[in-house]
């Protein structure tokens, strides 16, 4: 395992090799073409130094598109059929989903997206359509990071400016 897939690797564990495998060249593919685009062009300049961060917001966002989005669809189309057909199980092939496994997938999805919270990832760095897309939701970002860092600091330097200029 590279030291740069190794994220993509950790999200995918435990996943069928085929769907593993495709995660994987999803994200081998998108990576390189980003990382191309980050090194290219003098617009994506101010990422080159996030590459590590870019992977790991790039492997988690294939990994919602192709796990999280599904299990969400599945939990969904369950609580469609259930409440207006009332059926108890849904059969797909020869699998039955139940109440119970929808229970279980549901609170998968709905841990993931606290996650998501906790960490304040927004919804759309993880939902895009091509690469030049998510490079610029997080140009977006790290603009807005600045600007709260700018903000802080003058913040701070206002309060003590006038701490300074009290008499007592």
Same mark, same amino acid.
């Given at each position: 395992? %590279?030291? &740069? %897939?190794?994220?993509?690797?950790?999200? %995918? @564990?435990?996943?069928? +090799?085929?769907?593993?495998?495709?995660? =994987?060249?999803? =994200?081998?593919?998108? =990576?390189?073409? *980003?990382?191309?685009?980050?090194?290219? @062009?003098?617009?994506?300049?101010?990422?080159?130094? /996030?590459?590590? #961060?870019?992977?790991?917001?790039?492997?988690?966002?294939?990994?919602?598109?192709?796990?999280?989005?599904?299990? &969400?669809?599945?939990?969904?189309?369950?609580? %469609?059929?259930?409440?207006?057909?009332?059926?108890?199980?849904?059969? *797909?092939? /020869? @699998?039955?989903?139940?109440?119970?496994?929808? =229970?279980?997938?549901? #609170?998968?999805?709905?841990?993931?997206?606290?996650?998501? $919270?906790?960490?304040? *990832?927004?919804?759309?760095? *993880?939902? +895009? @359509?091509? /690469?030049?897309?998510?490079?610029?939701?997080?140009?977006?970002?790290?603009?807005?990071?600045?600007?709260?860092?700018?903000?802080?600091?003058? &913040?701070?330097?206002? $309060?003590? /400016?006038?701490?300074?200029?009290?008499?007592?």
């Amino acid at each position: 395992m %590279t030291k &740069d %897939t190794q994220i993509i690797r950790i999200l %995918t @564990y435990g996943l069928p +090799f085929k769907l593993s495998n495709q995660i =994987f060249n999803e =994200f081998q593919g998108r =990576f390189t073409d *980003i990382k191309y685009l980050v090194n290219k @062009y003098d617009y994506y300049k101010n990422l080159r130094e /996030n590459l590590k #961060t870019i992977e790991l917001i790039l492997s988690l966002s294939i990994f919602h598109k192709r796990v999280i989005s599904n299990l &969400d669809a599945a939990v969904k189309f369950y609580k %469609t059929v259930s409440l207006k057909g009332g059926a108890e199980s849904i059969s *797909i092939g /020869n @699998y039955k989903l139940t109440a119970d496994e929808k =229970f279980q997938l549901q #609170t998968m999805v709905i841990t993931y997206h606290n996650l998501l $919270k906790k960490y304040n *990832i927004p919804q759309y760095l *993880i939902d +895009f @359509y091509d /690469n030049k897309d998510f490079l610029r939701n997080l140009l977006g970002l790290l603009n807005e990071i600045k600007k709260a860092e700018n903000k802080d600091k003058s &913040d701070n330097e206002n $309060k003590s /400016n006038s701490s300074d200029e009290l008499p007592f």
